[in-house]
């Protein structure tokens, strides 16, 4: 195109025209709201960070409690029926030849636990997870979800965070930042690690990112109080609590010179708030004052030392609940005591062998606290998610008795405020490998979760570094059908 012609008037004007219209269009649309959600943030007073706060619209589930399976728990041998699994045991995977995480897969393998009716609904739950599969009546099962990566520490990141890198703010910090907390003594999320220590991912899962750190989880567990947090013995109560006192007033005055600095009043309000743990957190884990019958409900009398410590570690995830923490991430699985499956449900050499000791540590004390929260009337007002970073191959590795990673397609299930139950959503094909109906990604759950709890997923967010962040990124869509 020759100068003159790019230059021609006629043009230049009818683009100039056409260049306005679209401008004030934009403009308009966006005085609007239809062009874009605007951000959401909550109004934070930095001497009260936790205080509670308002909801977008009215919430389902005023608390979550997130029971996170460390490893790559396997919905085939548990939560997923395939009879065609069952039928085709032996074969290989129809198509082409299958190369996934740790190389060659082997031929199909059926179930390595029975799988019967349970409850009203008769849905079909392995004996891998007895005690759960007698509260199925309570669950909203999502048997279609995929994941981005197949690799544990960012698989652990997406389903904490929504990203596979680490930095971003998790789950609980997102929901802690935006709505506080209802209980003035306790962090508003809380992390509860395995007994057996912590996951891959370790501190990014309850992680704040780039949010404010007063969000990040607390982590803490039964046997494993909050570090640092005991008055020495070589000081009295009486000069502890005149210390606080005086510590206070110095705070206080030193504030009152400078209202408008927010960075010291949120420090002041971390130490207030540390100080008011010293007396709270001794009580709240101290699991003496529970009946022999709720002891013995959660297995916490076992004679299996992991299975009570995890037992002990779901007792306090209910009375977290009671005290009104927002968030609780109740971790089962660790990376710290133990490699591949030994501590966790990385079932690729010998599954049986593994799940058979890890089955028992799980099933009762999560059925347990289910059982528990409904008993007590807080499962009304509680989400309970049940997850896993990935799920595993409808095939054995080959050469091995396990069954290598699969991101393609798992279940995550939930109960309680707000879920479908009994209710199955979406599936995998015949042989448990790939998503094939109604497709869920982890943005998708998360979208969910936020709704639960009174949040609009598009609009929560925060500016960082040019952009403006949000735990679902530019995916997720919250998955109606399995809202009650």
Not at 377 to 383: C, P, S
Not at 443 to 457: K, R, S, Y
Request: proline share 7%; with cysteine; glycine share 10%.
């Amino acid at each position: 195109m020759s100068p003159r012609t790019s230059l021609d008037r006629r043009r230049f004007l009818g683009d100039s025209a056409t260049l306005l219209g679209s401008t004030a269009l934009a403009t308009l649309l966006g005085r609007d709201g239809v062009l874009a959600d605007a951000p959401i943030r909550p109004a934070i007073n930095p001497a009260r960070p936790h205080a509670s706060r308002s909801s977008h619209f009215r919430p389902r589930a005023r608390q979550v409690v997130m029971i996170f399976c460390s490893g790559g728990f396997s919905p085939l041998d548990s939560f997923d029926y395939k009879p065609e699994l069952v039928r085709r045991h032996g074969e290989p995977l129809p198509g082409k030849k299958l190369i996934t995480f740790q190389g060659e897969q082997g031929r199909l393998t059926r179930p390595l636990y029975p799988f019967r009716p349970r409850g009203e609904s008769g849905k079909m739950v392995s004996t891998l997870v007895d005690h759960l599969g007698e509260l199925a009546d309570e669950m909203c099962f999502l048997h279609s979800v995929t994941t981005k990566t197949n690799t544990h520490g960012p698989a652990e990141n997406v389903m904490s965070t929504g990203f596979t890198l680490d930095g971003f703010p998790s789950i609980g910090a997102w929901i802690s930042y935006a709505l506080g907390s209802e209980a003035d003594d306790l962090p508003a999320f809380v992390a509860i690690p395995d007994p057996r220590g912590k996951p891959q991912s370790s501190v990014n899962n309850w992680g704040p990112g780039f949010l404010p750190a007063a969000f990040q989880g607390t982590d803490f567990n039964a046997a494993r109080p909050i570090r640092n947090l005991a008055r020495p013995t070589s000081i009295t109560p009486a000069a502890d609590t005149a210390t606080r006192r005086f510590l206070d007033a110095l705070n206080q005055k030193h504030l009152d010179r400078f209202p408008g600095d927010s960075e010291l009043a949120a420090r002041i309000a971390s130490y207030q708030l540390a100080a008011r743990m010293q007396l709270s957190v001794p009580e709240i884990t101290d699991l003496s004052t529970e009946s022999r019958s709720t002891v013995r409900l959660y297995g916490a009398d076992s004679t299996n030392p992991l299975k009570a410590g995890f037992a002990r570690n779901c007792l306090l995830a209910r009375r977290l609940v009671e005290r009104g923490v927002r968030f609780i991430q109740l971790f089962n699985g660790s990376y710290q005591t133990g490699g591949e499956g030994t501590s966790n449900w990385d079932g690729h050499k010998k599954l049986k062998v593994q799940y058979d000791i890890h089955g028992p540590i799980l099933d009762q004390p999560a059925a347990g606290l289910l059982a528990d929260l409904k008993q007590r009337g807080l499962l009304e007002e509680t989400l309970v998610v049940f997850c896993s970073e990935f799920g595993r191959m409808p095939t054995f590795q080959k050469g091995a008795s396990g069954r290598d990673h699969n991101p393609d397609g798992f279940t995550v299930w939930m109960a309680g405020a707000g879920v479908r139950a009994p209710f199955s959503f979406g599936a995998t094909d015949p042989f448990g490998h790939r998503a094939v109906e109604h497709p869920a990604s982890v943005h998708d759950v998360h979208a969910t979760i936020l709704h639960l709890a009174g949040l609009e997923h598009r609009r929560l967010s925060i500016y960082h570094n040019g952009i403006q962040r949000r735990l679902t990124d530019v995916h997720g869509e919250v998955i109606t059908d399995v809202l009650a």
